[in-house]
């Protein structure tokens, strides 16, 4: 069945810029969404549609996806930002929703 | 706004049925575009998504629990359940229930999370 992967932890200094990639068997033909998720509380979607940011997320949320690579990249990090993040899509052979292992971001 | 928030048992017995409830409030359950999803991580760990269900009642699961599972909408009522049969440790997990936006057959992503419920199966 299709899998994604995510590094298990990213660090970046404030202010820098940081990128967590998801991977998979040419994701760049699926779509990615990307959600955070601060302890002890429900996910947040920040990206769908591969590139596109919800109403409410900050402009330093980027992301892309091509080939079997997708990144989000969050621009000028800030500690708030420090969270796990999740990528997802979806497997239509076998219909089922698929997310990544999850990414902690640490804001050092 | 829309609103979501689980309710049901949060502690089941081992080899019973676990039963939850998500109620919907600021929005329409029966809308075009969107279906109704339970995701579950078990503590410390990642998303898992359990399955959904579409606003024309079409349902789609998990591989890995289709045999246990059962997700159900009572349009009338704003709200959607969801039924896991034969429960064991490592069914523990919080459950959310959240919104599905669907754009298309290959087009899904979660625009709206509850607040997650903790359930614990006991032996």
């Known amino acids: 069945s299709y899998e994604v992967t995510q590094p298990p932890s990213v660090s970046v200094s404030p202010g820098q810029t940081a990128s967590i990639t998801c991977s998979g068997d040419?994701?760049?033909?699926?779509?990615v969404s990307w959600y955070h998720q601060k302890p002890g509380q429900s996910p947040v979607l920040v990206i769908y549609?591969?590139?596109q940011r919800p109403s409410g997320i900050p402009e330093r949320f980027s992301a892309s996806n091509s080939g079997d690579t997708a990144t989000l990249t969050i621009s000028g990090t800030q500690a708030m930002d420090e969270a796990d993040f999740f990528c997802?899509?979806?497997?239509?052979?076998?219909?089922?929703?698929?997310f990544g292992g999850g990414t902690k971001l640490t804001v050092l | 706004q829309l609103q979501l928030r689980e309710s049901g048992s949060g502690l089941v017995k081992a080899s019973e049925t676990l039963s939850l409830t998500c109620e919907v409030s600021?929005?329409?359950?029966?809308?075009?575009?969107?279906?109704w999803s339970w995701i579950r991580q078990s503590p410390g760990k990642g998303l898992e998504w359990i399955g959904h269900?579409?606003?024309?009642?079409?349902?789609y699961y998990s591989p890995s629990l289709k045999s246990q599972v059962t997700i159900s909408a009572d349009w009338s009522e704003s709200q959607f359940s969801l039924n896991l049969s034969s429960v064991t440790a490592a069914d523990t997990a919080v459950y959310f229930c959240?919104?599905?936006?669907?754009?298309?057959?290959?087009?899904?992503?979660?625009?709206?999370w509850g607040q997650g419920t903790l359930v614990t199966v006991s032996s």
């Open positions: 959240a919104r599905v936006r669907v754009y298309s057959d290959s087009d899904f992503y979660f625009d709206n």
């Open positions: 600021g929005g329409a359950l029966k809308s075009g575009g969107y279906s």
């Open positions: 269900i579409h606003h024309s009642g079409k349902t």
């Open positions: 040419k994701l760049g033909e699926k779509y």
């Open positions: 549609k591969d590139d």
């Open positions: 997802q899509t979806w497997d239509g052979t076998n219909k089922r929703m698929v």
